[in-house]
Every structure is written in C-alpha cells, then in structure tokens.
C-alpha cells in the first residue's frame, strides 16, 4: 500500500502560494506549484487558496476538478500518460493500449496496488507524427507498439 | 424562473436576460417590428414582442450564458445560428426564431438532453412545473434515437433502468448499486433537494448563487460528461458548503434537481397570493403559493420592488412556525400568574380583561394602563392598538418596539432632515460609489438587500466598514472592504466626529451643497466646533482604537468617491450615544453633499419588518400618527373630530418607564401586542419585576411567549399569512399583505384589538383593514394618498404620499431639506457609564444571525435551528487563552446586571477585548446580562456595549433555573370545559 502522504500545515502551503499572488490570473501557477511539491493538490490548500485569493472553496475545486492534470491524491511514484486522440487512435493506438493495459491488469487513472505506477489517458502530445505516443514522468516517447509499451509499463513497476 | 405551472399575468413572463438601458433599436422578429434599448438580447426582444424562444439555461435574473444552444435563431445576413440570449440587437437586424434549420437542431440539442434523464415524469416532483418538460414540448421532441449508454440516472448499472422504472424512485437510496456516474441525492438542506441524477448542467444554480445572492457557494466540478453540480468542494454537501440557502438556485432550477422539499411532499401548488414577508425590514414581496388553504412554498415575487425577486432563508422557507403545535388557538386566562392558564372562549376573554383594565383604572386613574404596539403587525393593526390607548384609554400610554431599536434614528434624522425615516429606496444602492456601512451586519440581518450591495461592490463600488467585528461585508467571497475601521463598542459619535474633522480640516466638504441646502450659520458653527484638535483621529485614536492614518484615508474616500451613501444599523442607535451618532451620520452626509438624489443619503436598515410602520403609526407616547407631537392642538383636532374623543396632550409612558411606573405600583394594566419584551428588552430582572408587579397582563401574540409566563389573559394572534393590511419597509415603502389563509384563532389582530375595544365600550365598526387606511390616510398628511385601490394599482408606495407626491417618494429631500434647511448640529463625545474595569474587563455586543430572527418566536419553532440552535458567545482566541476557554466550552457571562451560561466559540472575527453573542434562544437570555443605560434622547437601550466577564462554568446558573422552573410553572393550560 503507498503511504499516506503527511499533511501539509498552512504555512508550507503558503510558501508555495504566496509568490504567485500578485501576478495576474494567480490561480493556476498556485495549483501548478502545489501539484509540482505534492504530486498533487492537498485538501486544506484548498481552503487556504480560497481564503488568500478571497474565493470560495467551491471556485477552486471547480477550477481544480475541470483539469485532469490537478489530483486529488497522489499518484504513483511513475506516471505514465498515453495518448488516446485520434491521429494515435488512427494508427492503432487504441486497440494496442487496451490491450496492453488488459493483459497487465491496470486500469486508467488507477495506481496499482504496490503504489509504483499510475496510466492516464492524454489527448494529444503534440506527436501525431510518430504515434501512438506517449509520456513517461514527463518525457515523450513516440513510435509506442506492444512490447514497447509493455516494457515501460513493467519498468516502471507494473 | 418555473413560471409555467401557475397561469399568471403576460407580466410575469421569464424575459430570459436582464433588461437594459439604452438608445433606442428597432428590428424585426418574425416579421413583427420591436423597438428595444440597446444592449438587450435578441431573446429578450422576442419576448418584449411575445414570441417566447425555447430556452433553458437562460433567465432574466442573470446574465446570458449561452450553454444550453436551445435558443438559437437564424439572423437575415449573418452565418450561422447564433444563441439568441448572447447576441445583442441592432439596429434593422431581421431575426427568424423558427425555420427548419433552427428546429432541426433544437429538437437534436433536446434529444441529447433527453438521452442522459430519467423518463420518470409521471412521478417526479416537478411533474407540470418543469421547463425541460416545457421545452420538450415546444420544440416537439417525439423520439429519441440514442442507445443507452453511460448516464448519470440509472443508480443500476449501465442502461438497465427503462424509462418509468420503478426502481427510478429508488435513488436517494446512498449504496453503490454499480454505476459509478450515478450521484444519490443530497438531502442535508432541510428545506430542498439536490438530485444531481435530474441536473442538465445549465448553470443557473451556479449563477444565482454567484450573481444573485453572491455567496458563490455552489460551482460546476469536473468536465464534460463528468460535469455536475457541487456545493462546496470535493466531499461536501449543500449543508457543509457556504451555502446560505437563500433559495436562488432553487428558482433557478430549470428541473426537479435542486427542489423544495415542501413541494416533493405537498405536490404543485394551484393557485398563488402576492404577500410581504414578515421577517425583517426589507420587506421583501413573495407569492405564496397554496393547494386549498395549504401553502406549499413561498417564491420571492419578480415585481416586489424592495427585493427585486430574491429571498433570504428565513422569507423563502422559515414560514413552518404558522402551523406550530406551539401555536395558541384559544383565548385563555387566570386570575393570578401562579395559576395555571384556563382556556375560555372570546366573549369571557375579552370581557375578563376589559373589566380588568377599566378596574385599574377606577382604582389607579386613568393613566394606570397602556399598550405596545408591535412592529411586527401590520400599520392598520398598530393605528388600531395606539387608538385604543389614546381613544380607549384615554391616554398616551402607547410605545413600541422601536424603543429598543430605531427611536434615535427619528429622533436624529427628524432633528436634522426633518423626517425620521430613511432618504432612499434600495435600488438607489445600484449607483452608489463609496459605502459607509456603520454598525450593520447586513449579510445576516438584512441578507435580501445585502446581496443587492454585493452585487454593486463586485461592479467596483467601495465600502467603509465600521464595526467591531469583522463581518462577512469586510472580507467575503469576492467583496472587500477599502477601509474596516474596528472601533471600541460605544465610541461611535468619536469615529464619525474624527471623519467630519477630516473632511472639514482638510476642506472636502461640498461648500456649494452646504450652502444652497443648509442653514449656513449652523453650518460655521459645527465646523468651529468640528475642527477643534480634540476631534482629530489622531486625538480620538486612543479612545477609539481606530488607527488615525486608516481613518483619514477612509474620510478622504467617502468625501471624494463619487456618490456616498451612509447605511447603518442598531450598532448605531443601541447606545448612549445613539441619536448623536445618528445626527453625526446626517452631519456627514451634508457635509459631503450626499443627499438628495440616487446613489447617496442616509438608509437606516429597520430591524422589524414593519418597525417603520408602527413609528409611522403614532406608536410613540409623544407623536400621534405621521410624528405629530400630541401637544400640538391643530393635531389633536383632527382626531378629535374623527374620533369624537378629546386626546390627552400630556406625553404618556415609554416602555422603561412603564416597568419603572409598576415597580413603583403606579402603572398596573398593560395590553402587549405581538412583542416579547421580556426577552428582547434589557436588564431582563427589572422587566420581569415590572411584568410581576402588574395586575392584568394581556399578552396578544402566536405562542406563548417569555412575557406571557407574566400575564393573566392570552390573546391568541393570527400570522401575517392570516389577515390583510399593510406593512412598510426601511424605504418608507408600503406593501401590501394579504390573506393567504383563513385566520386559525378565528380573528385576525386588528378584529381582536377592535373586539378588546368594543368591550371596553368604543363602538368601533371596521370591516376590513382598507378602512383603517381610509382613516389613516384621511388624518395623516404623508399618508394622504394611501388607499388599497391605489396599492393594488402601483404595487407598492413610499411616503410620503399624497397630492404633492401622488405617485410617492423614492427619494427624499431632493429639492430641499423637509424641514427646509439642513440643520447641521454639533455632536460632542460623552463615554458611556458602562465601562469595563478590573471586575468587568471585556465589552459585549449583540447582533442577530442568518438564520434566526430577533428573540427566535418564529424560527426557533422551524429547522432554521438546524444552523443555529443556541446562542454562542464569540470570543477572541487570545482573550479565550487568557482565561483557558476551549472551543465550545461552557462558560459564564457575567455583568454587573446578571449572568447567564452559554457556549464559547473561539473566533478571530472579534477584536481583543470584545465579545458577541446573539438574543434569539430564551434558554440564554443575554439580556439578564445587558443594563438598563440608555439613549440620552430616545431611551433606547444601550445593548451594545456591556462591561462583562466570562469565566468557567459547569451549569446554568441560580437566575437560569428559577427561570425556567417560573417558566414552567406559568405554561400549564387547563382545557376548557366540554
């Protein structure tokens, strides 16, 4: 199982919130930032957000739940994102990642059980050139068939 | 707005966006030609020329959105089909709203709504009063041709759940049943529902709470098909989110989503009656709609003037107490208060305490007796009760509430203006720059005209908060005050003086106002007197605790923003010094020119629903109706001809000196209509002792209430629900109320005064309240345009009213002073008596909360308690510390008057040193602590500032029990005989 992760106090959510307060449209480069410490957006940095920006709770967790990218929790320690638009679809991407994730067991935007990965669908990285494409804790990959895909996914503790 | 159900007038049709002002364009709809201000929207000018475009996520309370791609319409050389709410009108624009294209893809935009909500009309709550329904219809919707697939209604699984399951009915059941889109209901509102399974995501919800009320508590989460409606953030529902429960999104609801709870029980209504609501002195107008004599919900009224179609918890819903088991039906009485209460029927009642009171007075003279008119009944109701005094009676032994609320502000405006009221109407706050609100909190006391200021503070106007705490209006969602000025309780004439020394001092002031409106020589002394150093903030600052830097910054605001308006409330008049502050704030107001015209004046926000009214009424003991002193003979003639009685021209008794009166054994009869002074009055002990010491007590009200376990005959009231009259709001406005249901004691208020009269030997034959205004109006100048022919005419009116101003008078004072000049009138500081000390160190103040109202009578006995079911006492965390005090804890709240235990909460709202806590639960009985100072001119009660302790505390206290076991003991009713 992953550990909990700590509770961040109010003044370390702050720090992070803080230098973002002045700029224009502060909203977004505060979540960022949370996300980019945590690995995700800590409920009480809800609040928190919501008192220093004079909003309500439910502003932010509408802005927060519009973006897929903004967790609720933390995701596995290796995230890996495939893309699922349609130039990758159009070159098999969709039947190869289903059936790659089937023969594995995971599921989309589950963590697997021993807390190593998290599979996310992606619509569109830019890469329609040499799809099916794909992203690894940030790095693109491209040219993705079967056994590649399988080989990330294991790598990264599947 | 759902206002298909009930048929009502073309009037009160959903225009779908707000109106506009504007040039004026013309273009053609559907061939027919319409004339509208710019800026309006297509769909808007449709409907102006009675062409109704289907809509759903449009309405004419909000802004356009255009989500729901129904309303689209195709324009004479423009591409496409643009959404009509978001397109504004221009000039010769030729616009189809029907055409094949636009149908076609209405009735596509329509399947796709229906393919994801449940078929279950039949049996849902909003069978016949649903606009999807509606739209279904007009957009002649007659298959739909999707699979069933992923949905958010099905609670099963996917696609198992026919249209008109039964198992539909099933889904407020909160077990996971296998579809994971399938959200149960939530049901933590006490008075609606919230079924995300019906919601179409059109946002009006979300739009109303922002637009309208402005709470911003309710927001659209995820996106896509995973879009929902969610009130709070993640794990919330609507009781732990920020929602206020104002009911907007409920109107707004285009479906059962969001849904009254009363209406999902009771059915649709069938038929509706314009009435105001009797809470507090915004005096919203509401429909309330019924089955039979069944009222099933009440609906904020679009065309009510005061509240523009909005609704606070306590109109919208808190109406529960009508129909208590509480609730008194039958006259009861005893010979003495020990006794239990025997009910009799309304002859031996009224007879019983007829022979009574003129007993006393054979016995006492005739100024042993008197009455308190209610400012929660209507105008008729009270001109009833202050004639029965002064023509009954035979004295001017009449007094009111106001006493304990808004008496120095008549005193002060009326010493400076010329009139005891307000200068403005609400809407005037749509053009205000600079606000000063002074010892208001109106979010919770006056929330239907709170959410009116919000509104135009998020359109950019500021606001000068001047209190002790630091309330919602100082820093909420989106609103922020320039300057929150936190001042030390009781040293208001100190602020407001330091702000007219700046202005003064530093020459801000409107000298061309001052002289065209003012009298000029009062004018240069108040400015000798003002300008003196020891006004300066820097002077006061010590006394106020007000930084001087920030005060200066704040006059210099309000002298030079624009357009400044002055609204203030009981943190103003409940003081010492409460008429010098009122006379201060109107000193301000002429300094910077700010009277006479939209945007500005001076609005004192009235606590009670018809306190106006009853100081109109001639409720006080020195002023027959229209605030004509009674010494004045030309007065007293109108009466006396009228009336065919002479009246007294002495002054009678105010509600302290009639308890100091009986305590001293000379005032023995008292007839109470609709107020329970022994819980809302101060120094609770010395209320009670005059009660006690009384020999006939006539309690007129809905319950028995904290005065009557004092009183030997028990009235029973009718509700505002029960009877026709007239009540007038903070801006002077009369409203009508009207009978919505049969009166359920039999008689409403003023046949039972005009019943207790007759029986006293008047010989009065009202039949209907519009009799009493004809008799008000025809002795009253402001009111001399009044008549129920002209209410039903115009809606509503303001006084004055009458053949100067026959359509009434928004505004006051716009060509000149009433009194003439402006009378400026010097305003020295005197600290208050009440000071803290070793003994005594913290300073209490009192307010009110959202949900409850005033001493609770009403909302305790509804589930507004829910929110608020005891008093606390809010305390700051340092001074909560220093004593040990734990959140929650219970405490002991002493002054030098009394003591009481409550419940602390810890609260950073507070200043050090200050304490808060409200008056609405008698178990508490805040008002054993508050003492019997009082306003030097009114005798208003100082109720704001108390110099208290609290200390620990394991129980109630020795006054608390023998209270209760007093309490107790005078509620025993014996049946009446068969």
């Not at chain 1, 309500?56 to 990218?69: I, M, N, P």
């Not at chain 2, 135009?456 to 000068?464: E, N, S, V």
């Not at chain 2, 018809?610 to 027959?624: I, K």
Request: charged residues 25%; contains cysteine.
């Amino acid at each position: 199982m992953q550990p909990t992760p700590p509770i961040p106090t109010d003044d370390e959510i702050d720090a992070i919130l803080m230098p973002h307060k002045g700029r224009e449209g502060p909203l977004l480069p505060m979540l960022h930032g949370l996300q980019a410490e945590y690995g995700h957006i800590p409920a009480p940095a809800i609040s928190r957000i919501a008192h220093i920006m004079n909003m309500t709770r439910a502003e932010v967790h509408g802005v927060v739940s519009f973006y897929h990218d903004f967790r609720e929790k933390p995701a596995g320690r290796h995230v890996v994102k495939i893309c699922c638009a349609e130039a990758c679809q159009s070159v098999g991407g969709d039947v190869m990642v289903e059936e790659t994730l089937a023969k594995l067991g995971l599921d989309w935007h589950a963590t697997t059980p021993n807390g190593a990965l998290t599979v996310e669908p992606v619509y569109c990285l830019g890469l329609c050139a040499c799809g099916p494409a794909a992203m690894v804790d940030g790095k693109v990959v491209g040219r993705l068939d079967a056994p590649r895909l399988e080989r990330i996914l294991t790598e990264a503790g599947a | 707005m759902k206002d298909f159900i009930i048929p009502t007038s073309m009037d009160d049709r959903d225009m779908g966006t707000p109106a506009r002002q504007g040039a004026p364009v013309t273009l053609t709809i559907d061939g027919f030609e319409v004339t509208v201000p710019e800026g309006t929207s297509v769909m808007r000018a449709a409907a102006e020329a009675g062409i109704q475009v289907p809509k759903l996520c449009a309405s004419d309370n909000m802004e356009a959105w255009g989500s729901c791609r129904l309303c689209v319409v195709e324009i004479e050389g423009r591409r496409g089909t643009p959404a009509s709410c978001t397109t504004p009108v221009a000039e010769g624009m030729a616009v189809r709203t029907q055409s094949s294209k636009v149908k076609k893809i209405r009735k596509g935009v329509m399947e796709l709504y229906i393919s994801d909500h449940p078929l279950d009309c039949l049996t849902c709550s909003a069978n016949g009063d649903c606009e999807l329904q509606d739209m279904a219809g007009a957009v002649g919707l007659r298959d739909q041709r999707y699979e069933s697939g992923r949905n958010h209604y099905d609670p099963l699984g996917i696609g198992t759940l026919a249209a008109g399951d039964i198992r539909a009915r099933t889904r407020d059941t909160a077990e996971d049943l296998g579809n994971p889109e399938y959200i149960p209901q939530d049901q933590s509102n006490p008075y609606f529902t919230y079924d995300p399974s019906k919601c179409i995501v059109c946002s009006r919800c979300v739009r109303a709470c922002e637009e309208v009320q402005g709470t911003f508590a309710l927001t659209i989460e995820g996106r896509g098909f995973e879009s929902r409606v969610s009130a709070g953030a993640a794990g919330d529902d609507f009781m732990a989110s920020d929602c206020v429960s104002c009911g907007a999104c409920v109107q707004a609801c285009p479906t059962a989503s969001l849904q009254e709870k009363s209406i999902i029980e009771l059915g649709t209504p069938e038929r509706s009656v314009i009435t105001t609501c009797a809470y507090c002195g915004v005096g919203c107008s509401f429909k309330a709609e019924l089955n039979g004599d069944e009222l099933v919900r009440m609906v904020p009224y679009k065309h009510g003037k005061a509240n523009r179609g909005h609704s606070c918890v306590k109109g919208r819903f808190a109406y529960g107490y009508a129909n208590h088991k509480d609730r008194i039906l039958s006259p009861m009485i005893r010979d003495r208060i020990d006794e239990p209460w025997r009910e009799v029927n309304w002859d031996e009642a009224l007879t019983f305490a007829a022979q009574r009171m003129r007993g006393l007075q054979e016995r006492y003279g005739k100024k042993s007796i008197g009455v308190i008119t209610s400012s929660r009944c209507t105008n008729e109701e009270t001109y009833l009760v202050q004639k029965l005094t002064r023509a009954v009676f035979g004295n001017n032994n009449t007094d009111t509430c106001a006493r304990v609320c808004h008496s120095p502000t008549g005193y002060g405006l009326g010493q400076t203006f010329g009139t005891s009221a307000g200068t403005q109407d609400f809407d005037s706050v749509e053009d205000t720059d600079v606000i000063i609100l002074i010892g208001a909190n109106p979010t919770d006391a006056h929330p239907v005209f709170a959410s009116r200021m919000k509104k135009r503070l998020r359109a950019g106007a500021k606001i000068i908060v001047i209190d002790p705490r630091k309330i919602d209006l100082v820093r909420s969602a989106h609103i922020e005050a320039s300057h929150h000025l936190p001042l030390r309780p009781g040293t208001n004439v100190a602020v407001v003086s330091a702000l007219a020394h700046v202005i003064v001092t530093e020459g801000l002031m409107d000298e061309a106002f001052i002289r065209e409106r003012c009298d000029w020589e009062e004018f240069s002394e108040y400015a000798e007197f003002i300008s003196d150093p020891r006004h300066s903030p820097e002077a006061t600052e010590l006394l106020t605790g007000v930084p001087a830097a920030d005060l200066r910054e704040a006059a210099r605001l309000f002298a030079t923003g624009g357009n400044g308006a002055i609204y203030y409330g009981l943190g103003v008049t409940e003081h010492s010094q409460g008429s010098t502050t009122v006379i201060g704030i109107a000193n301000l107001a002429m300094l910077t020119g700010n009277i006479g015209r939209r945007g500005v004046g001076v609005n004192p926000l009235r606590g009670q629903n018809n306190v106006q009214g009853s100081c109109d009424m001639g409720s006080f003991p020195h002023e027959l109706p229209g605030y004509r002193h009674v010494k004045n003979d030309d007065v007293r003639d109108i009466y006396r001809e009228v009336w065919g009685v002479e009246i007294d021209n002495e002054p009678g008794l105010r509600i302290p000196n009639m308890l100091d009166a009986a305590v001293e054994g000379t005032f023995k009869g008292l007839y109470c209509q609709g107020e329970d002074i022994l819980q809302s009055d101060p120094d609770t002990k010395h209320v009670a002792a005059g009660l006690a010491a009384m020999e006939c007590v006539i309690v007129h009200d809905l319950f028995l209430n904290e005065t009557a376990n004092y009183a030997h005959v028990f009235l029973p009231g009718s509700t505002f629900l029960e009877k026709d009259g007239t009540f007038t709001n903070a801006e002077r406005r009369i409203n009508r109320v009207r009978e919505v249901m049969k009166p359920l004691n039999g008689y409403a208020d003023w046949e039972v005064t005009q019943l207790l009269a007759n029986a006293m030997g008047a010989g009065w034959h009202y039949t209907h309240p519009s009799q009493i205004m004809d008799e008000i109006a025809l002795t009253t100048p402001s009111f001399a345009g009044v008549s129920y022919d002209v209410l039903e005419e115009k809606g509503s009116v303001q006084w004055p009213c009458n053949e100067a101003h026959p359509e009434g008078t928004p505004l006051m004072h716009v060509d000149g002073f009433m009194r003439g000049k402006g009378r400026f009138i010097v305003t020295e500081y005197v600290a208050t008596e009440e000071k803290s000390g070793p003994r005594f160190p913290l300073l209490l103040t009192t307010g009110r909360i959202l949900s409850q109202y005033n001493v609770g009578a009403q909302t305790r006995r509804t589930a507004n308690s829910e929110w608020h079911h005891e008093d606390l006492l809010e305390i700051h965390p340092h001074d909560a510390e220093l004593r040990g005090i734990k959140d929650g804890q219970w405490i002991k709240l002493a002054s030098r008057s009394g003591e009481t235990t409550l419940r602390a909460k810890i609260s950073e709202r507070m200043s050090t040193g200050v304490v808060y806590t409200t008056f609405h639960h008698p178990d508490t009985q805040a008002n054993v602590i508050t003492t019997d100072y009082s306003d030097w001119a009114t005798n208003c009660p100082e109720y704001k500032v108390t110099a208290v302790q609290v200390s620990h505390s394991n129980g109630p206290t020795d006054w608390q029990e023998a209270y209760n076991a007093q309490a107790a003991q005078s509620r025993r009713i014996l049946p009446a005989a068969e």
